[in-house]
């Protein structure tokens, strides 16, 4: 409970329901808008966002992305919605925030619901809101690879007291105050020691997000000139937490694949993850499933590199990472 206020306060949120993951949360939060029938989404996320469609018993429908921010392609939503759609769920993918607005102005056109998966986006803010107030719900994640933290963990983010005590229940096996049944439900709670680990990792989270802040404006500088390597742009408007770095590798341009680099970092012992490759749509349980045209998630698939970005990465180990890009561009050149 006290985690929970402190988040509230933090997010400037009206209610937060904890969880003990943020995949349980995402399930939970769409099972309790009692929906059926598909779902639009984005085929360049984790799979964790498809799989909590599919245990609601409904069909993801994948469409097209943004090149510039990878985030979901309006447009692609629009031509996608059929009688059977009865929601959307984008992701703020890398803590770069969807165009909410437009997102909204289509969900209320077609009377459909918007669920955001916003697990990248702890902290990220659009002309000073955070993001995770938008939407009928938003869901957030703890995981250990995030920015903010709990070990494990998420929530969801709700804006009247009515969904928080039926998204309450439905986490707690059904159960409301006076020991009442709500019907059907699912143990997903968060517990104590995540609580408190989340409460410590509070007092740190703009120290950590500066720090983010720094290694990205310094890999910024030492990239901009390296021919092949694509840098992602900010947003106007937008409060940024850094937590990836997402870079686009040009082949022709680089004189090297991205799957090459990414070999040659780790024989150099440098970690980066091609994130996200595969596409959902790839595995073969999600590729039954409606997709539109989805050319550019698959071109961005095949191309992105996350690079080693962590909050107390040293100024040297950044640039040891840039210069082994560099060092393999000269050498194929």
Request: hydrophobic share 40%; proline share 3%; glycine share 4%.
């Amino acid at each position: 409970a006290e985690f929970e206020e402190a988040l509230c306060k933090y997010l400037k949120a009206e209610h937060i329901c904890m969880f003990s993951s943020g995949t349980t949360a995402l399930i939970m939060a769409i099972k309790s808008l009692r929906l059926e029938g598909e779902i639009i989404t984005t085929p360049f996320t984790s799979i964790a966002t498809a799989q909590a469609i599919y245990w609601n018993n409904l069909k993801p429908v994948f469409v097209d992305i943004n090149e510039t921010d990878f985030n979901i392609a309006i447009d692609k939503i629009e031509k996608a919605i059929t009688l059977e759609t009865k929601a959307i769920l984008p992701v703020h993918l890398f803590g770069n925030p969807c165009d909410v607005q437009s997102i909204e102005n289509m969900a209320n056109k077609y009377n459909l619901k918007v669920i955001y998966d916003a697990a990248h986006c702890f902290g990220v803010k659009f002309n000073d809101v955070p993001v995770c107030n938008f939407g009928d719900l938003s869901v957030l994640s703890f995981h250990a690879t995030k920015v903010f933290n709990t070990i494990e963990g998420g929530a969801i983010i709700c804006h009247d007291r009515a969904t928080k005590e039926h998204i309450e229940a439905l986490k707690n096996t059904g159960i409301l105050a006076g020991d009442k049944l709500a019907g059907y439900g699912f143990n997903a709670k968060m517990n104590e020691l995540q609580a408190a680990f989340g409460l410590v990792q509070l007092n740190f989270i703009e120290e950590v997000t500066n720090q983010r802040k720094t290694a990205t404006l310094q890999y910024r500088d030492l990239l901009k000139n390296i021919e092949g390597v694509k840098l992602p742009k900010e947003k106007d408007f937008v409060t940024y937490n850094y937590t990836y770095f997402p870079v686009i590798i040009n082949s022709d341009e680089f004189n090297a694949t991205r799957d090459e680099l990414l070999q040659h970092l780790s024989n150099k012992k440098i970690f980066a993850k091609k994130y996200f490759h595969p596409l959902v749509t790839d595995y073969p349980e999600f590729s039954i499933f409606r997709q539109e045209d989805i050319s550019t998630a698959r071109k961005v698939s095949d191309n992105i590199l996350c690079l080693p970005l962590f909050h107390d990465i040293s100024d040297d180990e950044i640039a040891r990472v840039v210069y082994e890009i560099r060092h393999l561009q000269k050498t194929l050149n």
